[in-house]
């Protein structure tokens, strides 16, 4: 009788794992599947720190003001000394305005702006400016980015590619940024 019982239940969790019905077993298309033991989760400390441990053995800190105006973010290599630290001053519905990031020993390296949409909210825009090397455009005298990325986003409001342009010489900007801005989309506190 326990033969049968365990084929019923055997074939069930099978139906349900071939239909998709399981949440647990279940992932969005293009997420990488991983045993449990590899599963990057974030782990609460607190109401404002979230931890993720990397499959490599580095870890991504991110924890925010109480009042939800700051959020920093705090990268670790698999050696333990921090590779990179970016601020960013968020506005009240929690989106980032504004951002410096630095480098494992505290080097401001870039500055950033973010633009929003005034009818939608939705990200319209990111400036890249360096924060070692002033680069002003002659004719006007401000401040010109290194880096600007326009969001574009489908009729459903899907984002799609973002346009990207760099104004260093040389390379192409996803060589010198890589191709993510740095829009923090794995935000923990966000839904």
Excluded at 1 to 27: C, D, E, F, I, W
Excluded at 132 to 161: C, F
Excluded at 171 to 187: I, M, S
């Amino acid at each position: 009788m326990q033969h049968s019982h365990l084929r019923r239940v055997t074939g069930l969790s099978l139906a349900l794992l071939l239909l998709g019905l399981n949440p647990g077993l279940s992932q969005q298309s293009g997420k990488k599947s991983f045993p449990d033991k590899f599963q990057e989760k974030w782990e609460k400390e607190g109401p404002n720190v979230r931890i993720k441990r990397h499959q490599d053995g580095s870890r991504t800190v991110f924890r925010r003001s109480p009042d939800d105006r700051t959020l920093v973010k705090r990268t670790w290599g698999t050696n333990g000394a921090v590779k990179m630290i970016v601020v960013y001053r968020l506005n009240a519905q929690g989106d980032p305005l504004a951002c410096k990031i630095y480098d494992g020993r505290e080097a401001l390296l870039y500055k950033v702006s973010y633009g929003y949409s005034k009818s939608t909210g939705r990200l319209q825009a990111e400036r890249m400016f360096d924060a070692r090397a002033l680069r002003t455009d002659p004719q006007t005298g401000k401040e010109t980015p290194i880096r600007v990325m326009y969001y574009n986003y489908d009729a459903q409001g899907n984002s799609t590619a973002p346009e990207v342009y760099t104004f260093k010489e040389g390379k192409k900007a996803e060589e010198v940024f890589g191709t993510q801005g740095t829009f923090p989309r794995d935000n923990p506190f966000k839904p």
